[in-house]
């Protein structure tokens, strides 16, 4: 399967100068959830974005990004990141030949994503302020000096994830009845609202999806509707208060007959066993929408029989931490059958 720039090339803002960038991101996998789907009465599919190049689905939008900053001339990007951006951003960078700097959260982004950012070369710069401090300040940055901001405020970051409704579709052969996805800046959720919309008016996809998006309770500032200053949660990856693109979330929501709705870090953590319990490792944002599911489903309002996708945002090897505090981390022992054998039976 060709990168996505190729595959989806007639529906995507590609000319004859756009350099044929990828790293063979996209076209992830749709695994149906038994398990989840016999608890909550419908037919549940998990959108394993963390399948990527980098382990996230934000290596779709990234190309595009790249692609075109590399069109336009430009020989440095930025970008505010909680990980998973910052990790894209780095390799997509690296591939490319441009220097790549990276704002992060001091200590509130997961392991595996720094590990990613520093291996790919970025230059990295952990600011005491969340998110949402970065991401002001990278915006100021590239608004006066000649560096691209590949933050999903690039309208291209948005074309390139709309790539995984197309593929939601392409592979169901409709639309889903309700997309659950995880919200955090908003961009995702908005992206994939576009390519249903673009796929529907291109004559595929038989009908358009609810979407509903999934916030950490600490971290949901749709759900309150207000601003969070000071956001909390597990999921580091959605730890954002002020969302970038709200007004396009807010309409996806609206458009759609969708939701917006919240998961305390306890009932994602319990939402992230189940997905692993299904064979599937994803990073603690990445259940929110599973555990948006099993609160709709308690509350009565998934429709039975219904076709249902949750995407799966993150590899759950992006934040080993959280995976250790999941469960019960094994102790050594003496090597010996003796003890082995005690301990197993
Ligand atoms: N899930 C994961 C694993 C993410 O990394 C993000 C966002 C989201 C969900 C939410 O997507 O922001 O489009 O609503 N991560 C960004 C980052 C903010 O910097 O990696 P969104």
């Known amino acids: 399967m060709p990168g996505l720039i190729e595959r989806y090339r007639e ?10 960038l990828t790293l063979h991101e996209g076209n992830t996998p749709l695994i149906p959830a038994p398990k989840l789907s016999a608890h909550l009465g419908v037919d549940l599919y998990l959108k394993y974005e963390g399948l990527n190049p980098t382990g996230s689905f934000k290596d779709r939008g990234m190309v595009m990004a790249v692609a075109k900053a590399v069109e336009e001339g430009a020989d440095t990007i930025i970008c505010a990141s909680t ?25 509130n982004i997961a392991l595996g994503k720094l590990a990613q950012a520093m291996a790919y070369g970025a230059q990295i710069v952990a600011i005491n302020g969340n998110f949402d401090v970065a991401l002001r300040l990278v915006r100021q940055i590239s608004s006066e000096h000649p560096i691209a901001l590949v933050n999903s405020v690039n309208p291209y970051r948005l074309q390139g994830q709309k790539t995984g409704a197309f593929e ?13 996805i995880p919200v955090g800046n908003a961009g995702n959720i908005s992206a994939y609202w576009m390519g249903f919309r673009e796929y529907h008016h291109a004559g595929k996809g038989d009908g358009l999806p609810k979407m509903w998006g ?8 749709f759900v309150r509707n207000a601003i969070v200053d000071e956001p909390q ?9 002020n969302p970038a693109s709200a007004d396009l979330a807010r309409a996806a929501v609206r458009e759609s007959g969708g939701l917006f709705d919240m998961a305390h870090d306890d009932e994602i953590m319990h939402a992230y066993n189940l997905v692993a319990q299904e064979g599937v490792f994803c990073e603690p944002a ?10 709709m489903h308690a509350a009565g309002k998934l429709t039975p029989g219904q076709t249902v996708v949750a995407v799966l945002t993150g590899n759950g090897l992006k934040d080993p931490n959280a995976a250790m505090r999941a469960v019960e981390a094994p102790r050594g022992i003496e090597a010996s059958m003796e003890r082995v054998l005690e301990s197993i039976l």
Do not use: H, M, W
């Open 286 to 295: 990445s259940a929110t929408p599973v555990a948006g599911l099993l609160k």
């Open 168 to 180: 939601i579709v392409d592979e169901l052969g409709r639309a889903p009845d309700v997309l659950a």
């Open 233 to 241: 949660t597990i999921a580091t990856a959605i730890r954002i208060g």
């Open 83 to 107: 990980g998973n951006t910052s990790a894209a951003a780095a390799a997509y960078a690296a591939r490319s030949g441009l220097r790549c700097i990276v704002l992060i959260p001091d200590g």
């Open 214 to 221: 999934f916030q950490a309770e600490g971290a949901a500032p």
């Open 11 to 20: 529906y995507l803002p590609v000319t004859d100068k756009t350099p044929a």
